[in-house]
């Protein structure tokens, strides 16, 4: 390669990282919602957290960082919609129930069923011009939803925040249910972000719990408190549990946030508590 052709490419890189910064600059803090592994429902605390901080009047952004099973848009009921470019070329993110930004790789395949099928250079290189070309705005908080494990998505969230000099490094909330096998999992996701010193809001437990609309009697369908134990051992804040509720599988399904709902189901005032927990942390 000449001389000049790796000039350019240093220039080039140089004006890239100096938009990255300039998006970035204008987003106050980032979080990273993670799990050590699926079936968690870690895209419904993503999808709630980010309507909830909505709901107290923060200006929020959710970033679909889930490349292989993107599904955000459905949880916030804006499938089936396109991206399009502003006038000066940026990536304007689709609207959900007027207040949310959203941007997610399901935008940018044919359909439903067309499989990702890219290697962790492609991914990381989608990551950086969701972060970088997006018009996210001034934003309160940008939500980011990974996929399970400590894989290229999160690695490559984290690293490209984290490299930009003067920017807020990214937050992280653990996702997990009580069963020791995903407990398991879940410890090595908090231990990834205690290696790329991100800050940890917490550890949710999901699925804590089920009361029966019968005989209103509580069932331990998945065990109980493992979530709660695992933080006191881990050292990290525990930011609450959440029960089963038929139906915000329902309401997830048709793409309306459960705290959307009125009433005083035992999952909303549990999942309030949670936000509450959040909010605190800023």
């Given at each position: ?5 790796m ?10 990282k ?6 970035l ?5 980032t ?13 419904t ?6 309507m ?11 970033l ?37 930004k ?35 705005g ?34 992280a ?29 917490g ?75 959040v909010?605190?942390?800023?």
């Amino acid at each position: 390669m000449s001389e000049e052709n790796m000039n350019d490419q240093e220039q080039k890189k140089a004006m890239m990282k100096a938009k990255l910064k300039k998006n970035l600059s204008k987003i106050k803090h980032t979080i990273m919602v993670m799990s050590g592994k699926g079936g968690v429902g870690k895209s419904t605390v993503a999808a709630n957290l980010a309507m909830s901080l909505a709901k107290e009047g923060y200006s929020v952004g959710v970033l679909d960082g889930d490349i292989h099973g993107p599904n955000i848009p459905k949880v916030l009921g804006v499938e089936n919609q396109k991206l399009m470019a502003d006038e000066n070329g940026a990536i304007s993110p689709v609207k959900a129930f007027d207040t949310i930004k959203v941007i997610s790789v399901g935008y940018l395949i044919e359909n439903q069923d067309t499989p990702v099928i890219w290697r962790g250079p492609l991914k990381h290189s989608v990551m950086a011009q969701f972060l970088r070309d997006v018009n996210w705005g001034e934003l309160d908080f940008l939500v980011v939803d990974l996929p399970p494990g400590t894989g290229d998505e999160p690695l490559s969230v984290a690293q490209l925040i984290k490299d930009v000099d003067g920017i807020e490094a990214p937050t992280a909330i653990v996702v997990t249910t009580p069963q020791d096998v995903a407990l398991l999992d879940s410890r090595k996701s908090v231990e990834f972000a205690k290696a790329l010193q991100l800050e940890m809001l917490g550890i949710v437990e999901n699925m804590s719990g089920f009361v029966c609309p019968h005989c209103a009697k509580a069932i331990d369908l998945f065990k109980v408190g493992g979530g709660k134990k695992a933080a006191e051992e881990l050292n990290v804040p525990f930011l609450g549990a959440i029960p089963i509720d038929p139906q915000v599988v329902e309401d997830t399904d048709q793409g309306k946030p459960f705290v959307n709902r009125d009433g005083n189901a035992d999952v909303n005032i549990a999942f309030k508590r949670i936000v509450e927990n959040v909010i605190k942390k800023f």
